[in-house]
């Protein structure tokens, strides 16, 4: 089975900055694809940021050019630089995997995804 465990959420004033990080392990790690998913009380899971096993991307429109996914191989760890939080990017983050080889976009839709993380909480004030 696959495992996602999450770390590095947090509470922080709006403006700032927060690191999050994915472990991942039970499985081929260059085999899958993989994202960052957040959901507000509330609201429904929604994608934020996504990484192909060949480096493709994408990111939701509201978080572009403030968040930034990246994947280490070699660890097997998935991270989140998130810059210039605001209180509406507060939301339990989860982390989840899917196949990789996407040939259009890299997919943000949670049904896409079967594996999941357990969630971190990102706080904004």
């Known amino acids: 089975d696959v495992q996602l465990v999450e770390s590095g959420g947090g509470s922080v004033q709006a403006g700032g900055s927060l690191r999050l990080s994915c472990a991942a392990s039970g499985y081929t790690y260059s085999s899958y694809c993989l994202g960052w998913f957040r959901q507000a009380p509330g609201k429904e899971r929604e994608g934020v940021a996504a990484?192909?096993?060949?480096?493709?991307?994408s990111y939701a429109d509201s978080v572009k050019g403030r968040f930034s996914i990246s994947r280490n191989a070699a660890e097997k760890m998935l991270y989140l630089q998130m810059n210039d939080l605001n209180p509406d990017d507060t939301a339990v983050y989860y982390c989840a995997a899917t196949r990789s080889g996407w040939t259009a976009a890299v997919p943000l839709g949670r049904y896409e995804y079967t594996y999941w993380g357990q969630g971190t909480q990102v706080t904004v004030s």
């Open positions: 990484i192909d096993s060949d480096g493709s991307t």
